[in-house]
């Protein structure tokens, strides 16, 4: 498949790498379909991952992504490096419906210690939420790192009515790892807990706050004087200021559940104005949306808008790539303050498993970590930060998942500087400076 008639017009997707032809794929039903790269060990032009691996791959009608729906299916792949190919005790790589969106996806595996694929070994290696590591058997054949692989299957699921463009396998590739942090509520705990974290370590955040929060009654917003003084505080302090929607809707009114075009434009398109009639222009060229909600259309129509990126809740990891970031309408975010929300994957001793929750500096630290394993760029946001019932300890829960402790908030910004002075990781100044490239 090219997505090129043959007097060149654009028919379709077309290759982001610029492969002169992809492998189309359409399931008709939600079982498993299997791949088999039955040439590998002679056709592959680059046997020795090195422990890495990225999967570039288009998905045309995502199941579930309609308003109201809930996305599903996932991509897999199966990696051997047995003398025969056999996968008996192959690593295996799952990427769910928490990094699968619809459009293009950059697919990224990174092994560090192999030694956490062998059976019984006891050793543990984290990855992104989402990304499920395992092995078959003893998993004796799954060290990508130090071998060459010899065989390779990818497998799909739960995708049936979509359609999927493989475009390309990439490997021995690099990339820096990367912070975006900003809040999406500010308040008095602004000045008091974290602005002066920022000022300290040189950092600029962001700030996403909505006109207001709506809860019932009429949609329509007639009062448009006045702006949030911490929000102005923070902007005058070098913050940018995110579009966060005009109502920020939620449960049955979210934005994804919306069918009306125009209504969720609605929700932008006066929340730009505003910001920009009150002379905070920095930031307004991206969006973040109200509880995570979206949906191809609403991710369409916000787009038309003049919106240059958004950031949702799926794929926590983006990666920078020679071709840009994969997916830059399906930046995926976590809350700082949840301590339900989905997490780390982990493997220990061959065995899959995963770690939810954040609100302890030691769960966020862990993240950090991965971030830097994996060269990616994480947009990680607050709520509140509180000093109530606050131990010093950093691992105190605060009872809820919209606050962090102050301890716990100091303790993970206070990790990261320390990475960021060890050139581990950059961080960006806000959205701008991620999109951008600039600051920082």
Same mark, same amino acid.
């Given at each position: ?5 043959a ?8 290759s ?9 794929w359409?399931?008709?039903? @939600? ?9 590998f ?5 680059v046997?020795?991952?090195r422990g ?5 791959? *288009? ?26 190919a056999?996968n ?16 293009w ?6 092994q ?32 990508i790192r ?8 990818i497998d ?9 463009y ?29 602005l002066? =974290?920022?000022?300290? *370590? ?6 996403a ?39 920020h ?6 934005t ?9 434009a609605y ?5 730009t ?17 109200p509880?995570?909600?979206t ?6 129509v =916000? ?9 949702h809740?799926?794929k926590?990891n ?14 995926g975010?976590c809350?700082?303050?949840? @301590? ?6 982990k493997?220990t ?5 995963s ?33 109530l ?11 809820d ?8 908030f100091?303790?993970?910004?206070a ?8 050139g581990?990781?950059r ?14």
């Amino acid at each position: 498949y090219t997505g090129y008639d043959a007097a060149g017009n654009i028919t379709g997707v077309t290759s982001r790498t610029g492969q002169a032809e992809m492998l189309q794929w359409s399931p008709t039903v @939600a079982t498993t379909h299997e791949i088999k790269l039955t040439t590998f060990a002679t056709g592959a032009r680059v046997k020795d991952l090195r422990g890495r691996i990225g999967l570039w791959v *288009y998905v045309d009608n995502l199941p579930g992504y309609e308003p109201g729906g809930t996305p599903i299916g996932s991509i897999g792949m199966t990696l051997t490096t047995d003398a025969g190919a056999a996968n008996t005790n192959a690593l295996t790589v799952g990427f769910n419906s928490n990094q699968v969106r619809e459009g293009w996806n950059f697919l990224k595996f990174v092994q560090r210690d192999p030694a956490a694929y062998v059976t019984g070994s006891g050793v543990t290696e984290y990855h992104p939420f989402g990304v499920l590591a395992g092995a078959y058997g003893t998993g004796a054949a799954a060290n990508i790192r130090d071998a060459a692989i010899t065989g390779m299957k990818i497998d799909l699921s739960g995708m049936a009515g979509a359609n999927i463009y493989f475009d390309s396998i990439w490997t021995d590739f690099d990339s820096q790892a990367q912070i975006v942090l900003g809040t999406d509520s500010v308040g008095a705990d602004m000045p008091t807990y974290y602005l002066p =974290i920022f000022d300290a *370590y040189n950092w600029k955040g962001y700030v996403a706050v909505p006109k207001r929060i709506w809860v019932s009654g009429d949609k329509v917003v007639s009062d448009w004087t006045g702006i949030n003084p911490w929000l102005k505080l923070a902007y005058d302090a070098g913050w940018e200021c995110i579009n966060h929607s005009t109502n920020h809707l939620g449960g049955a009114d979210a934005t994804g559940t919306i069918t009306s075009p125009s209504a969720i434009a609605y929700e932008v398109v006066p929340v730009t104005a505003l910001y920009l009639n009150s002379g905070m222009t920095r930031g307004l060229e991206f969006y973040a949306s109200p509880q995570s909600s979206t949906s191809r259309l609403s991710e369409k129509v =916000i787009k038309g808008t003049g919106i240059k990126m958004q950031r949702h809740a799926r794929k926590i990891n983006i990666t920078v790539t020679p071709w840009g970031i994969d997916n830059p309408h399906h930046v995926g975010a976590c809350d700082w303050g949840s @301590a339900t929300a989905g997490g780390i994957s982990k493997i220990t001793g061959g065995v899959t498993g995963s770690i939810a929750g954040w609100q302890r500096a030691s769960q966020i630290n862990r993240m950090t970590d991965v971030i830097i394993a994996y060269g990616d760029t994480w947009f990680p946001f607050w709520h509140g930060v509180t000093g109530l019932g606050d131990t010093g300890s950093g691992e105190d829960p605060t009872g809820d998942n919209l606050l962090l402790m102050k301890s716990a908030f100091e303790k993970a910004c206070a990790y990261i500087r320390q990475q960021q002075l060890a050139g581990k990781v950059r961080m960006c100044d806000g959205f701008t400076g991620f999109y951008y490239g600039t600051g920082q």
